[in-house]
């Protein structure tokens, strides 16, 4: 597989709404595996395809639990709420407090084209809102209550 370039905030890719995967074939599967390799060479927990300048709905993550790749995902039920901080690969050296979700469902395409639901709390619920979002042209830092800076920062 291939690392593929992460595109960063300031690329106008980021902005746009993506496309819907009208076929799952094998460059679409080759995509997915390689959006898996660039994540962990990048060590991020998610990755949508407008991050690697593709404009298609695909998104893979990993919180830890194994890899989930997803094709035209779409919430399709949410529920609660949660303020934690988050950063992006697009996005670097940036981190904040984003309102996200507690618990979200989501309905998507799995890479052999079956449809799937995943039901996700926590961090995978944050990690879906998050690379969905992305599918849309939306960045975290769109949505970002409070700036986080490190003690490094302050150096």
Do not use: W
Not at 79 to 96: A, F, H, Q, T, Y
Not at 121 to 142: N, P, Q, R, S, V
Request: with cysteine; proline share 3%.
């Amino acid at each position: 597989m291939a690392i593929r370039q992460i595109r960063y905030s300031d690329d106008p890719i980021l902005r746009k709404i993506s496309r819907e995967v009208t076929k799952i074939d094998e460059r679409t599967k080759i995509l997915l595996d390689d959006m898996v390799d660039t994540m962990y060479e990048y060590d991020g927990v998610g990755l949508a395809g407008p991050q690697v300048g593709v404009l298609r709905r695909i998104v893979v993550i990993d919180i830890g639990e194994g890899v989930i790749k997803l094709v035209n995902p779409e919430i399709i039920e949410s529920e609660g709420e949660k303020i934690d901080i988050e950063g992006c690969l697009s996005v670097p050296n940036r981190i904040g407090k984003v309102k996200r979700p507690e618990r979200v469902k989501v309905k998507y395409l799995d890479e052999n084209g079956e449809e799937k639901v995943i039901e996700g709390t926590g961090l995978l619920a944050k990690a879906l809102c998050h690379e969905i979002d992305h599918l849309h042209g939306i960045l975290f830092i769109d949505n970002m209550i409070e700036e986080v800076f490190t003690e490094e920062d302050e150096e």
